[in-house]
Structures are given as C-alpha cells and as structure tokens.
C-alpha cells in the first residue's frame, strides 16, 4: 500500500478521540449503508413492533486484523452466524444486521494501542451503520441492540456514543432502548461509572438495561471476555437474579446448538459466579470444547446464547412487551 500523508483531524469514536489514522488504513472511509449489498439482514420481518439492531460475531478467522476484504465468503460466514442467532429476535423485532470491517479473531491477541486500533476499525462501521438506520429506517420505533462476542462489544460502543448526555437525540433514544443483548461479554463497574446509561440488568423486564453474561466451568481463572483479575456484571438467564443462586436445569426450556434444530429442554442449568461469569453446571468440557484456541479448557464461550435459547427467546418477546405497554 502506498504511504499515505499522515491525517490530523481527529473524531469521536469508541467514546474516546481517536484520530482517524487510528481507525485504520489511512482513514479509510465507512462502508456506505444506503447500499443494500452491506446488510446481511435489512429490514427482515417488517411486521413487528420493534426493530432488533443485530451485531455478528466474529467469523473471520484468517485476516491479521481486520476484515478489509468483505468477500462473498466472508459474507456468507455472516449470514450463517447470524442465521443461528436470529431465532432468539425474530419473532419479537425487524431485524437489521450490517456488514462491518470487523475484528479477526487474531486481532483478540494484540493489546494496547495495537488492539484499540482494529477495535476503532471495526467500529467505525458499526457505528456508521447505526448512524444509517437511525436516519433512515427507525421513525421513532423501540431498539433492541443485540449481538454475541464480538457484537455485544460492539453494542457497548454504540451505547457509549449514541445513548449518553442531555442531547435530545440521547434522551429519545434511551427511552426508545428496549433492551442491550450484550451477550458473551463483559460489563464492568469502570463502564458503569464512567457511562451512566449503561445500565446493568437487574431482573427479567426492567427496560432500557444491559443483558451480559458469559460462560464456563468454573474452573476458569480468566480469558479474553473476563480476563483475569476482572469481574464483571451478570445476570443468570434462567432465573433472571444477579447473585449467585443456582438455577436448577430444570429452568432450562431449551438449548438449541444449530440453526433450526429442535430445542433440548433441561440440558444444563447455571449459576454466577465469583468473576460474574455463568458456572454451567450438568456439562463438561469434554462435550463442548471450547473449539477456539484463544479459549482455555472450561470456558464456554461459543455455547453462551445456544445453552439458554428458548429462555432468552422468551426474555426478549417479554421484554418487548413490557416496552409496548409502558
């Protein structure tokens, strides 16, 4: 790539000031979301009462950072990531899910400024595409903000630049917000008390609040979602407490661990533990692996929203209704 003279101005992204040089590439530009081709969902179920603002995963497990080259590929890799998870939203909320230029899964091993630097790239899109949809598409209609790994960290961003302070385009959207889904990472006491509208869920209809959780065995000291030394909020999604009661599986109304497969009722049930992470009790590691290598043995983290589906399915149509009836 030739070099590029270096760009000074600097914007507002990720909640800090970043200079654009930051956010890869020599400032490359956003993607351009009046494009259909940049959605993977648009607008998916126009008759529901709410739309769900949905964030992939991560599906690229080969780019050194991030995903510039979004191939038809890679594309797919989207859609059927994201076909898994939309049994949870589609019967509550129209779905929009946007490419973006995301994190490999690489990127999760750089730290510092390195790390920030493909967050901000990823980012970038993200926001972007909300700034698109909002514009555009929303007419003042309820938001659920949804994603799973590399997505819930996204939602927390969009939460950090769009849904702080007294504008009036904040205080709208926070009572629009009918809930985050910021499943499979982390929120911690720093994010609260530096966001005030990020807001920890504390039972199963409160509004406007940040569903997180992750987890594993137990026998886990830390991995790239709760690292080590870092303990974060979490609420248990079959009895819907935050304190460390055991949910028994019998709560459980159905895993499901492939899209479209029939829901496995009382596999495993799960309580919170020291960290905040989800202690999945009546499974082992040597069923469900952590498949990933940047997991240790005992984490559980591709499994996070697929153990507890049909309740989080359920969650969220309540959720929903509580928003429609406030």
Same mark, same amino acid.
């Given at each position: 790539?030739? =070099?590029?003279?270096?760009?000074?101005?600097?914007?507002?992204? +990720?909640?800090?000031? +970043?200079?654009?040089?930051?956010?890869?590439?020599?400032?490359? %530009?956003?993607?351009?979301?009046?494009?259909?081709?940049?959605?993977?969902?648009?607008?998916?179920?126009?008759?529901?009462?709410?739309?769900?603002?949905?964030?992939?995963?991560?599906?690229?497990?080969?780019?050194?950072?991030?995903?510039?080259?979004?191939?038809?590929?890679?594309?797919?890799?989207?859609?059927?990531?994201?076909?898994?998870?939309?049994?949870?939203?589609?019967?509550?909320?129209?779905?929009?899910?946007?490419?973006? =230029?995301?994190?490999?899964?690489?990127?999760?091993?750089?730290?510092?400024?390195?790390?920030?630097?493909?967050?901000?790239?990823? #980012?970038?899109?993200?926001?972007?595409?909300?700034?698109?949809?909002?514009?555009?598409?929303?007419?003042?209609?309820?938001?659920?903000?949804?994603?799973?790994?590399?997505?819930?960290?996204?939602?927390?961003?969009?939460?950090?630049?769009?849904?702080?302070?007294?504008?009036?385009?904040?205080? %709208?959207?926070?009572?629009?917000?009918?809930?985050?889904?910021?499943?499979?990472?982390?929120?911690?006491?720093?994010?609260? $008390?530096?966001?005030?509208?990020?807001?920890?869920?504390?039972?199963?209809?409160?509004?406007?609040?940040?569903?997180?959780?992750?987890?594993?065995?137990?026998?886990?000291?830390?991995? +790239?979602?709760?690292?080590?030394?870092?303990?974060?909020?979490?609420?248990?999604?079959?009895?819907?407490?935050?304190?460390?009661?055991?949910?028994?599986?019998?709560?459980?109304?159905? $895993?499901?661990?492939? $899209?479209?497969?029939?829901?496995?009722?009382?596999?495993?049930?799960? #309580?919170?533990?020291?960290?905040?992470?989800?202690?999945?009790?009546?499974?082992?590691?040597?069923?469900?692996?952590?498949?990933?290598?940047?997991?240790?043995?005992?984490?559980?983290?591709?499994?996070? #929203?697929?153990?507890?589906?049909?309740?989080?399915?359920?969650?969220?149509?309540?959720?929903?209704?509580?928003?429609?009836?406030?």
């Amino acid at each position: 790539m030739k =070099t590029l003279k270096k760009i000074t101005a600097v914007v507002l992204s +990720i909640g800090m000031i +970043i200079s654009l040089t930051a956010c890869g590439i020599g400032g490359r %530009k956003a993607l351009d979301y009046s494009n259909p081709e940049n959605w993977a969902y648009f607008e998916d179920g126009a008759d529901k009462p709410v739309d769900v603002f949905l964030i992939c995963p991560t599906v690229d497990t080969k780019s050194e950072t991030n995903s510039f080259d979004l191939n038809e590929k890679l594309k797919s890799n989207f859609v059927n990531a994201l076909d898994m998870e939309r049994g949870i939203y589609e019967d509550s909320g129209r779905l929009f899910s946007p490419y973006y =230029t995301q994190m490999s899964i690489k990127a999760y091993e750089l730290t510092g400024k390195d790390y920030e630097k493909a967050k901000a790239t990823a #980012y970038k899109d993200v926001s972007a595409a909300f700034r698109w949809y909002l514009d555009n598409e929303n007419d003042g209609r309820g938001i659920i903000l949804a994603g799973f790994s590399q997505g819930s960290e996204m939602c927390i961003e969009l939460l950090k630049e769009y849904f702080g302070g007294d504008s009036e385009e904040a205080e %709208k959207l926070r009572e629009q917000l009918v809930t985050v889904y910021a499943i499979g990472w982390r929120v911690t006491a720093e994010d609260v $008390a530096e966001y005030p509208q990020i807001v920890p869920a504390e039972g199963e209809e409160d509004l406007g609040t940040v569903v997180a959780f992750d987890c594993e065995d137990g026998n886990v000291s830390g991995t +790239i979602i709760i690292p080590e030394g870092v303990t974060t909020y979490s609420i248990n999604p079959l009895n819907w407490k935050t304190d460390g009661t055991v949910a028994d599986k019998s709560l459980n109304k159905g $895993a499901v661990m492939a $899209a479209g497969a029939e829901p496995i009722p009382e596999l495993c049930g799960g #309580y919170i533990g020291d960290r905040g992470e989800i202690v999945v009790t009546d499974v082992t590691p040597a069923d469900f692996p952590p498949v990933l290598g940047i997991f240790p043995e005992g984490a559980y983290h591709i499994y996070d #929203y697929m153990f507890y589906f049909t309740n989080l399915k359920e969650n969220i149509a309540k959720r929903t209704d509580a928003w429609l009836n406030k």
